[in-house]
Structures are given as C-alpha cells and as structure tokens.
C-alpha cells in the first residue's frame, strides 16, 4: 500500500494541544454584585445585626424588596412567644406584620456550585471526549475548545440552582418572594453564573 501526505497537520494539532495543556476553566459566580451572595448559599452562614440592636426580616409580600426605613407608620409589636415584629395598621384598621426583628439569621448551606458540578461533569467529561476529536482533526482551535466546555458547565450549574429545593424556603419566605426555589429571587446571581480561561 502506498500514500501521499499532501497536507501534513500534525505540527498545528501538536501546537493546539500544546495550547491547551495546563489550562484551567473556572466556572461560578466570578464577579459582579452576586459574588458574596453566591458565597452565602453555596457554603451557608450566620448573619448578625452590626451597629444595631435588631436584623429587620421581610416577612410580607408587601414588604419585598423594600427597607424597613421606606415606610413611615412601623411600630414595634411583641407576641406572647417574645419575638418581635415591625407593624403597621392597614387601611382597614388591622395589624398587618412586615418584618420579623431578630439578632441573627441562619442561613443554611445550598451548594449548587459544588453539587452543580459533580451533577454534570460525567456528562461534560463524555462530551469533552468528542470536542478533543474536533480539536485533533483541526476542526476547533484550542480557544474554541475550551469556551464550549466553560460555557456547557456553566449551563449546567445555572440548571441545577434553578431546579434546586433543598433544603427549601420557610414559608414566610416563600410568601415574600412569591417561589418555593431558595436560590432564585430576581435571577441576578444564577444568571450571573460563568466561566473564564486561566493559565
């Protein structure tokens, strides 16, 4: 049997590879306003009132998204338990509570990062065994290789939180937020799930 090699491509393959080997892709909540939320529900943890006596608690819909300071007719209310709540009269003359006042709340732990990507990675490994073939017949660069598996882990792990509900919500929670998902709010923190190339 005989063969011509008219183009050789085993030098540029050799160079993508060389490209790839030692990089790194990171995938979370890498930047931007979400970083420390993330951090809190990924690893759970104590928040304590600082320079005040009492954290205020929404637990009203009405009181979504709002500070305790933006309204002007709260008064201090005290059940028989000894916990405390910030109040206001409705127009219909009722007592309508809207935070719960306490020195400390827990937050329990929601990996979704971690868990996230233990759930996937099987997958993505088996697909990465495929885009390597890509890159070896010289159909994907070493970038191109490494963006598609970034940006399908990070897919990946935006679709854990959104289907993450455990441990779930309390129901004052819940009824604030108007959804049974602990980690979903106003979407800001999953969205802002990504991934970069690092060295």
């Known amino acids: ?31 931007g306003e979400s970083q420390w939320l993330a951090g809190i529900h990924e690893y759970g943890c104590d928040i304590k009132a600082k320079n005040v006596k009492y954290l205020t608690v929404p637990i009203n819909a009405n009181a979504g998204g709002k500070r305790a300071r933006d309204f002007d007719d709260l008064f ?10 910030l109040a206001r009269k409705t127009a ?6 809207l935070y719960w006042l306490t020195e400390k709340v827990t937050i329990p732990e929601r990996s979704f990062l971690r868990s996230g990507h233990d759930d996937a990675i099987k997958d993505i490994m088996r697909y990465n065994d495929n885009l390597l073939k890509q890159v070896a017949i010289g159909k994907m660069s070493a970038n191109e290789y490494l963006d598609d598996l970034g940006r399908r882990l990070s897919t990946a792990i935006k679709k854990f939180a959104r289907d993450l509900d455990n441990p779930p919500n309390t129901e004052m929670t819940k009824e604030v937020k108007g959804s049974s998902n602990p980690l979903v709010d106003t979407g800001e923190m999953i969205n802002g799930i990504t991934w970069r190339i690092d060295d």
């Open 92 to 97: 219909r003359g009722k007592t309508e509570l």
């Open 1 to 31: 049997m005989k063969w011509n090699t008219k183009i050789n491509k085993i030098p540029s393959i050799t160079e993508t590879m060389k490209e790839i080997n030692g990089k790194k892709i990171q995938v979370g909540v890498l930047e």
């Open 76 to 85: 201090v209310l005290e059940s028989g338990s000894g916990n405390k709540f």
